[in-house]
Nanobody, 126 residues
Framework: QVHLVESGGGVVQAGGSLRLSCAASGRTSAFYAMGWFRQAPGKEREFVTAISWSGGSIFYAEFVKGRFTISGDNAKNTVYLQMNSLKSEDTAIYYC???????????????????WGQGTQVTVSS
């Protein structure tokens, strides 16, 4: 009965910023890793970023490097996504994901993650 809930989405002008949050409920132990994916209308869900506290690593998709920053609190199973210099192509539903165990193959694969939130809409106007 693990649940992830995202918040912080909204409408912002190009060049602006938003900060997304994801909080977990239904468990007391820490996740191995948490991350963010996004899905634009008519497109496949894509990896954005992830943080692995146990593995000691942070991963970013190339299209967000230098603009987005992931952070979180392992003990609280909470993760954040600070998004700066937003572009119209960043418009999407952003999903929080969590993983129980170490990486099997790729940090970018949806299949690696065990739990998903309902998503929060981010709209960037130009």
């Amino acid at each position: 009965q693990v649940h992830l809930v995202e918040s912080g989405g909204g409408v912002v002008q190009a060049g602006g910023s938003l900060r997304l949050s994801c909080a977990a409920s239904g468990r007391t132990s820490a996740f191995y890793a948490m991350g963010w994916f996004r899905q634009a209308p008519g497109k496949e869900r894509e990896f954005v970023t992830a943080i692995s506290w146990s593995g000691g690593s942070i991963f970013y998709a190339e299209f967000v490097k230098g603009r987005f920053t992931i952070s979180g609190d392992n003990a609280k199973n909470t993760v954040y996504l600070q998004m700066n210099s937003l572009k119209s192509e960043d418009t999407a539903i952003y999903y929080c994901a969590a993983k129980e165990h170490e990486w099997r193959k790729s940090t970018r694969a949806e299949e690696e993650y065990d739990y998903w939130g309902q998503g929060t809409q981010v709209t960037v106007s130009s």
